[in-house]
């Protein structure tokens, strides 16, 4: 099973987020921007009474752009809303209509640009493309992102790390319909990059440094996450400029340590629609370990409810 959650806009009107959470709602996606100009009204309030009821909260900005130009004005719009409140789950782009009718190219680039922003900017990003998805926009280029997806349906039947499943569902403390959600990843979190103090104390526990080679399909964000520190300390201890520029083989030097994560065993239960592939990509592993770890000959073979290790 995964962890419940839902997403909500002014739509729901005033919510009583002490009773959401008292029905087993963990997390929740709050609705901050859409475009340039617009601005949730109930954002700021959603994010104070969920976050006081002990709810994790993301936010999601509903896109109107078509080109990279515009995406990089909606994300700077996206930004200056949320860095007013305290976020524990990520920053999503809600990516679900052409209104420019750009071609699928087009529309995959200024997405990327969008997401690339947003994490240049501290914060772990994550994409939402709902149904049209498949048919509007290129997933190869997608992939370093972590994905929300919607389908209203019994069974996801694709890969995704939360599956909005229904928009029609019932939560104690809000009047109406919300949408539903189930997150498969535990280790989202917002990651904010902690500004630099002007005089930093030296640590009385230096970290340890440890070296990373960057391999195909790498990212900064992901790399970071790995590692439990920040794409901002990633640039400063190795002199990166443009985020988007790392290249294969390149060593990038990471302070502090992993090793406790790293030792610590981490285990997935499988649903119904996973396959070995997509869960290899998920937790950053590789079909092979995650067969040599848990004793799987044939990759093809997995079933719904079995628990394998992923880290």
Known sequence: MGIKGIDVSHWQGDINWKKVAGDGI???FIKATE???LKDKKFEKNVSGANAAGIKTGAY???RFGSKSEALAEAKFFLSAVKKVSLSYPLVLDLEVNKRNVSKSVLT????TFLHEIEKAGYFA???GKSFLENCLDESKLKPFAL???RYSSKLGRDADIWQYSDCGKVAGIAGNVDMNMCYREDLRCQVGRKAETNPKPSKKPGKRTTYTVKKGDTLSEIAQKYNTTVKALQSSNNIKDTNKIYVGQKLK???SNSKTSNKKHYYTII???TLSGISKKFNTSIKTLQAWNDINNPNKIYAGQKIRVR
């Not at 680039?109 to 990327?112: I, L, M, R, Y």
Request: net charge negative; glycine share 12%.
């Open 35 to 37: 475009g340039t100009t």
């Open 109 to 112: 680039d200024a997405a990327v």
């Open 126 to 128: 994550m994409y939402s």
């Open 148 to 150: 929300w997806v919607a």
């Open 61 to 63: 900005h509903f896109a």
């Open 272 to 274: 119904s629609g996973d």
């Open 26 to 28: 963990e997390f929740a």
């Open 254 to 256: 990471i302070s502090g």
